[in-house]
């Protein structure tokens, strides 16, 4: 599976972003599309996953109620919607593919930067 970001950039704190994940190569029917974010000097942090099968979502507690997943079947990409932005959301925006535990694919990463 190959899985391509776009949309990130700079932003002011409060302003809004959509990122974009275009994904090739996927075969099975139930699965799980993440974002990860890495902040510089910090570890990876899980964001939201989507899950193929019913279009279920789930959010890390940092950005419930500002950030939205959604996918697209027929254009194979997952989005995220940011709004409400802060200075900690400034990170390498990540998009995976794989299960629930374990993340088999990863895009190249998309830069965001919140500031004024």
């Known amino acids: 599976v190959q899985l391509v970001e776009s949309g990130g950039g700079l932003v002011q704190p409060g302003g809004s972003l959509r990122l974009s994940c275009a994904a090739s190569?996927?075969?099975?029917?139930?699965?799980?599309m993440s974002w990860v974010r890495q902040a510089p000097g910090a570890g990876l942090e899980w964001v939201s996953s989507?899950?193929?099968?019913?279009?279920?979502?789930y959010y890390a507690d940092s950005v419930k109620g500002r950030l939205t997943v959604s996918g697209d079947d027929a254009k194979n990409t997952l989005y995220l919607q940011m709004n409400s932005l802060k200075s900690d959301d400034t990170a390498v925006y990540f998009c995976?593919?794989?299960?629930?535990?374990?993340?088999?694919?990863w895009g190249q990463g998309t830069q965001v930067t919140v500031s004024s």
């Open positions: 190569g996927i075969t099975y029917y139930s699965y799980y």
């Open positions: 989507f899950y193929s099968d019913g279009g279920n979502t």
């Open positions: 995976t593919y794989g299960s629930s535990l374990f993340f088999a694919s």
